[in-house]
C-alpha cells in the first residue's frame, strides 16, 4: 500500500468509528434543514466543512498553530450545539431565493467550524506523521478519505430523515424538531463533560 492509499484509510476510519461521534453530530446538525432531494447543498456545506479542517490541519501539523487540546475539545461540542440550534428553525435555503445570504452564513459557519474540527483532527495525524516534513500527499489523502466518510455518513444521515417521516408517519418538522433536539442534547452532555477548566 503507498502513501496516499494508507492515508486515505486512515482519513476514511478515522470517521467511521465510534469515537468520532462528535464529528457525526455535527454533520447531522449542520445538513439538518435540508431534504434528501437537497442533497447539492448539503455536499457543499460538507465542502465547505472540509476545506475548513483541512486548513488548520495543515496549520497545525506544521506546529504554525498550537492551540490547548482541552479548548479545542470543548469547542467541539459548542460548534455542535449552535448549529443544531441555529437549523431547528433555519428555513431551507434555495440558491434562487431571496434568502441567498442566510445560505452563504451557513457555509461560512461550515468553513469556521471546519477549522476548529481541523485542530480536532491534527493530534491524532501528527502522531502517525512524527517528524516528516514533506506532507502535502499525506494530508490531501488524508481529507480525502474524511470527504468521502463524510458524504457516506451524510446519506445515511439523509436516509434516516427521510425514512422517519415516511414509515414512522411523522412530518418532516417533526423530524427535524426530534433530532435536532437531540443532537443538541448530546453537544450539552459533551460540553458539560469537556469543560476545560
Known sequence: MNQFQLYFTIGWQHIANWQAIDHWLFLAALCLKYPLSEWKKMLVLITAFTIGHSITLALSTLQLLVISTN??????????????????????VSYKSSKRNSGRFWYAVALVFGCVHGLGFSNYLKSMLGKEQQIFVELLSFNLGIEIAQIALLALFSLMQYYMAKYINLKSRDVKLVLGGAIAALAIQMMATRWPL
Do not use: D, H, K
Open 71 to 92: 479548548w479545542i475539545e470543548f469547542l467541539i461540542p459548542c460548534t455542535i450545539l449552535f448549529t443544531a440550534i441555529g437549523n431547528l428553525w433555519a428555513p431551507a
